[in-house]
C-alpha cells in the first residue's frame, strides 16, 4: 500500500483538495485498495478548522465527495509513516523542514512536478489568498494525474 500525504501551509485549502481530488481518482480506477491518502499543514494556524467553504464549493462543481474535514499539522510521525509527501509549494518544504529538521529519506516533491502542463512556476499558489480555487483545483487535478501515471496507472478514464 502506497501512503500519501498532501501538504500545504493551513491544511483547509490546497491539500484537503488534493487529497479528495486524489482519492476520487482512484476511486474511478478502482484501485482505492492500494492507497491510504490524507493532508496535513506546515503550521498550526488553521489546527482544528473544516475545509474553507470556497474550496468544499470547487470540489462539489466538480462532482469531488468529500468528508469531515478537520485541519492538523504535520508531524514526524507522519514523516515516517508517509511513503511519498507532495506539498503544494516550496514554502511548505521550508514549514517541513521545521518540524522534521531535513527529508532524510528524499520523500518529499512539489505536487506540479508530476504535471507534464506545467511550463512555469511548480508551485500551486494559495487560493486563500488569491481566491483563484478554479485554477487551484486545475493545478492540484494534473499533478495528481502526473502522480498515477508516474506510478503506472492508466489516467484515461480520468
Known sequence: MKKIMFVCLGNICR????EYIFKDMVRKLGV????????TATSTEEVGHDMYTPAKRCLTQHGIRF???TARQFTLQDYNESDY???MEMHNYVGLCRIIQDDYDGKIYLLREYDKKCRKSKDIADPWYT???E???SEIRSGCIGVLKHFGYN???L
Not at 491539500?15 to 488534493?18: D, L
Not at 482505492?32 to 493532508?39: A, L, R
Open 135 to 137: 485554477t487551484a483545483y
Open 15 to 18: 491539500s484537503p483538495m488534493a
Open 85 to 87: 509527501i507532495f506539498i
Open 131 to 133: 481566491g483563484d480555487f
Open 32 to 39: 482505492e485498495d492500494e492507497f491510504s491518502i490524507s493532508s
Open 155 to 157: 489516467t484515461s478514464k
Open 67 to 69: 468528508g469531515k474535514h
